[in-house]
């Protein structure tokens, strides 16, 4: 998309980035459209947003597509962001040389139960597709719940304790985090939400432990780049202290 020299310089960039896409639904509200559109709109801004990451060479980025607690909406909402979902999918194997020359893996993140087979089968042949690809990680959250996530986790480890393959005392934070769906990625840096919550709705909720949070009013579809430079160019500015002085 953008031309590498218009591109802002920053002082020191995040590695890893998470945007919670919220507020498609108070998009197509304002404009007298379905909810429908609103995410439509909001999976167009998810293209442009992650395209202009990669652009500006941040490593890893990850985005909030669907929580476990989003079950909960009418079905027909639920259909139409998963239909949303395979589209993308599908556009990405049909443009895979766009992806190649920007070096983006896709990666999903979430519990893979409770997704159709089509969507699944999308979902790894793209994640297949790009798994060479070493420039950026783009992770999609779909189905995803950061308790869920760390429960999963949890029940694993229990169970390779059972089996006399790790001892309690192995438990560490290092090894949680190697039993997390993003496991050998760096924590965010920086979490991003739009919409004017100012909540993390359970995104990332152990690797967020330390993310510097942005928030700001914008609905997700409106979200554009120059609102993504200001964010990191706040990031730039924070001073992080980890519990030190
Ligand atoms: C975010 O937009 C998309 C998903 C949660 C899937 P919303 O659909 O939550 O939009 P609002 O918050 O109702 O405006
Ligand atoms: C968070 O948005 C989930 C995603 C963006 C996928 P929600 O709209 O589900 O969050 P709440 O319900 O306002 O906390
Ligand atoms: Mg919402």
Same mark, same amino acid.
């Given at each position: 998309?953008?031309?590498?020299? $218009?591109?802002?310089? %920053? ?38 947003? #992650? ?5 500006? #060479?941040?490593?890893?980025? $990850? %985005?909030?597509? *669907?929580? &476990? ?17 395979? @589209? ?5 194997? !049909? ?7 920007? /070096? ?5 993140? +979430? =519990?893979?139960? /409770?997704?159709? =087979? @089509? ?6 042949? &793209?994640?297949?597709? $790009? ?13 995803? #719940? ?6 999963? +986790? ?15 005392? !192995? ?7 190697? *039993?997390?769906? $993003?496991? +050998?990625?760096?924590?965010? =840096? ?5 919409? /004017? ?5 359970? *995104?990332? &909720?152990?690797? #967020? ?15 554009? &780049?120059?609102? *993504? ?12 202290? %980890?519990? +030190?002085?």
């Amino acid at each position: 998309m953008s031309e590498a020299q $218009t591109l802002p310089q %920053f002082s020191v960039l995040p590695r890893h980035v998470g945007f919670i896409m919220d507020g498609n639904g108070r998009w197509a509200k304002k404009r007298g459209l379905p909810r429908s559109e609103g995410h439509k709109a909001g999976a167009k801004n998810f293209r442009k947003i #992650g395209e202009y990451a990669a652009d500006l #060479g941040i490593e890893y980025v $990850t %985005f909030y597509a *669907f929580s &476990t607690e989003n079950w909960k909406r009418p079905d027909e909402e639920v259909n139409a962001l998963m239909e949303l979902f395979s @589209e993308y999918l599908n556009e990405v194997i !049909d443009r895979i040389g766009e992806n190649e020359e920007k /070096g983006i893996h896709l990666k999903f993140i +979430g =519990d893979k139960n /409770g997704l159709s =087979d @089509e969507l699944l089968n999308l979902m790894d042949y &793209t994640e297949k597709l $790009t798994e060479d690809k070493k420039k950026v990680t783009l992770n999609i959250a779909i189905n995803y #719940g950061g308790r869920h996530e760390i429960a999963c +986790g949890v029940k694993e480890i229990a169970r390779k304790v059972s089996k006399g393959e790790l001892s309690p005392e !192995d438990i560490d934070e290092n090894l949680i985090s190697d *039993f997390l769906y $993003t496991k +050998g990625q760096p924590d965010p =840096d920086l979490i991003i939400r739009p919409s /004017g919550e100012y909540r993390l709705s359970n *995104f990332l &909720t152990w690797q #967020g432990a330390y993310s510097e949070l942005w928030f700001s009013d914008i609905l997700w579809p409106d979200f554009s &780049t120059d609102d *993504f430079n200001e964010a990191l160019r706040a990031f730039e500015h924070r001073h992080r202290r %980890f519990g +030190g002085i």
